[in-house]
T-cell receptor, first 111, second 115 residues
Framework: GQNIDQPTEMTATEGAIVQINCTYQ??????LFWYQQHAGEAPTFLSY????GLEEKGRFSSFLSRSKGYSYLLLKELQMKDSASYLC????????????FGKGTRLSVIA | EPEVTQTPSHQVTQMGQEVILRCVPI?????FYWYRQILGQKVEFLVS????????KSEIFDDQFSVERPDGSNFTLKIRSTKLEDSAMYFC?????????????FGPGTRLTVL
């Protein structure tokens, strides 16, 4: 079966750093995605990891360890607009394979 | 920047009625998807479509559902006889062939409410 776990909610302070963890157990693996979703809106792509290690993109970084079935999304210099749900999603095979999403982590950034 | 568009943004219907949700994927994309998200729950895959046929479908995508690409631009999801539990946000997504990271671009969604 497919299982993707992430914390339900997190709270962090404006200007701080927050790390959102994701663990997965899937039948195969062909990439892990992080999406941001503001309430009532579509998911928007943040990052993609298929090899082990850290991918950095501005204030956002994502890390993957395939052997541990583990990823995290790191958000630096938090801003109020970063308050959103962060969705971890896995492709379990190559080709036209859909994404399997976790339930998302709702991040609240407070002043 | 090109984007996926969906119409309508909101659809209210009576139980048992048919609805058609429309999507216009990004023009050079070749892979298309429908996902749904029931309020407060995770995004769930419904169906993927490539080369004018269904590639994969989930358990949710039963005989009540169908997809079509009636012309070169539109991609539709039809629910034949809606049920209360079909109330959800429906997202269309598309993907370009050959991109190294295979990102799926999501449309803004259609909020379907079945009464």
């Amino acid at each position: 079966g497919q299982n993707i776990d992430q914390p339900t909610e997190m709270t962090a302070t404006e200007g701080a750093i927050v790390q959102i963890n994701c663990t997965y157990q899937t039948s195969g693996f062909n990439g892990l995605f992080w999406y941001q979703q503001h309430a009532g809106e579509a998911p928007t792509f943040l990052s993609y990891n298929v090899l082990d290690g850290l991918e950095e993109k501005g204030r956002f970084s994502s890390f993957l360890s395939r052997s541990k079935g583990y990823s995290y999304l790191l958000l630096k210099e938090l801003q109020m607009k970063d308050s959103a749900s962060y969705l971890c999603a896995v492709r379990d095979a190559s080709g036209n394979t859909p994404l399997v999403f976790g339930k998302g982590t709702r991040l609240s950034v407070i002043a | 920047e090109p984007e996926v568009t969906q119409t309508p943004s909101h659809q209210v219907t009576q139980m048992g009625q048919e609805v058609i949700l429309r999507c216009v994927p990004i023009s050079n994309h070749l892979y298309f998807y429908w996902y749904r998200q029931i309020l407060g729950q995770k995004v769930e895959f419904l169906v993927s479509f490539y080369n004018n046929e269904i590639s994969e479908k989930s358990e949710i995508f039963d005989d009540q559902f169908s997809v079509e690409r009636p012309d070169g631009s539109n991609f539709t999801l039809k629910i034949r006889s809606t049920k209360l539990e079909d109330s959800a946000m429906y997202f269309c997504a598309s993907r370009e062939q050959g991109r190294s990271y295979n990102e799926q671009f999501f449309g803004p969604g259609t909020r379907l409410t079945v009464l």
